[in-house]
T-cell receptor, first 108, second 113 residues
Framework: SQQGEEDPQALSIQEGENATMNCSYK?????LQWYRQNSGRGLVHLIL?????REKHSGRLRVTLDTSKKSSSLLITASRAADTASYFC????????FGAGTRLFVKA | DTEVTQTPKHLVMGMTNKKSLKCEQH?????MYWYKQKAKKPPELMFV???????INESVPSRFSPECPNSSLLNLHLHALQPEDSALYLC????????????FGSGTQLSVL
C-alpha cells in the first residue's frame, strides 16, 4: 500500500508552541503531500515535497522527507487556534489513499 | 476558479429513498474522485474517474452508483442505503489521475434514517 500513516494520532498544545507530526509510508514515492481538514469540511492541500528534496518551507510550515527511513514530518511553528484541524499525509499515486491523520488541538 | 462545488451540503434520506449528490469543477481537471469519510476517520476512496471514464471502483456496494456526464460534473446516485452509510461524502478533482494535488469540495453530510 502507498498509504501514509501519521503519528501521533492526537496532539494538544498551547497557542504559540510548535507542533510536529510524522508520517511513515511503505513503498517508494515520487512525492509526498500534506493536507489539512477542518472539522466536517473538505481537505486543503498544504505542501508537497518531492522525493529528491529533503526539506521544504511554506510560511509557518516546514516539511522534511527522509526517503531512507520512508518518513516525513510536518512542523507548524508558532501555532494558532486556527491551526486546530486534522492533518493527513498522502503519498500520491493513482489511488491517493490517506493515512489515519493527526488531530491537532491548539488551545488559546 | 479553483473551487470544487458540492451540493447539497446536508442530506437526510430514508432507506427506501433515491437521491443524488452532485459535484462540479471548472478547472479543466480530467480526474474526479468520490471519498467517504466517517467521523474521526480518514477519507476512504470510493471511485475515480479519468477522462469521464470509471477508472477505479474500490469494491463499493452497488447501492452507490457514480456517473460522470461530462468533464466538469460528477454525480453519486444513492439508492436503498443503510444507516451505516451515513457519513461525509467528499468529491475531489485533480489535473490528471495520479496528479500531485487534489482539490476538495466541502462535502455532503449524509444521514440515512
Amino acid at each position: 500500500s502507498q498509504q501514509g500513516e501519521e503519528d501521533p494520532q492526537a496532539l494538544s498544545i498551547q497557542e504559540g508552541e510548535n507542533a510536529t507530526m510524522n508520517c511513515s509510508y511503505k513503498t517508494s514515492i515520487n512525492n509526498l503531500q500534506w493536507y489539512r481538514q477542518n472539522s466536517g469540511r473538505g481537505l486543503v492541500h498544504l505542501i508537497l515535497i518531492r522525493s529528491n528534496e529533503r526539506e521544504k518551507h511554506s510560511g509557518r510550515l516546514r516539511v522534511t522527507l527522509d526517503t531512507s527511513k520512508k518518513s516525513s514530518s510536518l512542523l507548524i511553528t508558532a501555532s494558532r487556534a486556527a491551526d486546530t484541524a486534522s492533518y493527513f499525509c498522502n503519498t500520491g499515486g493513482f489511488k491517493t489513499i490517506f493515512g489515519a491523520g493527526t488531530r491537532l488541538f491548539v488551545k488559546a | 476558479d479553483t473551487e470544487v462545488t458540492q451540493t447539497p451540503k446536508h442530506l437526510v434520506m430514508g432507506m427506501t429513498n433515491k437521491k443524488s449528490l452532485k459535484c462540479e469543477q471548472h478547472m479543466g481537471h480530467r480526474a474526479m474522485y468520490w471519498y467517504k469519510q466517517k467521523a474521526k476517520k480518514p477519507p476512504e476512496l470510493m471511485f475515480v474517474y479519468s477522462y469521464e471514464k470509471l477508472s477505479i471502483n474500490e469494491s463499493v456496494p452497488s447501492r452507490f452508483s457514480p456517473e460522470c456526464p461530462n468533464s466538469s460534473l460528477l454525480n453519486l446516485h444513492l439508492h436503498a442505503l443503510q444507516p451505516e452509510d451515513s457519513a461525509l461524502y467528499l468529491c475531489a478533482s485533480s489535473q490528471l489521475r495520479g496528479s500531485e494535488k487534489l482539490f476538495f469540495g466541502s462535502g455532503t453530510q449524509l444521514s440515512v434514517l
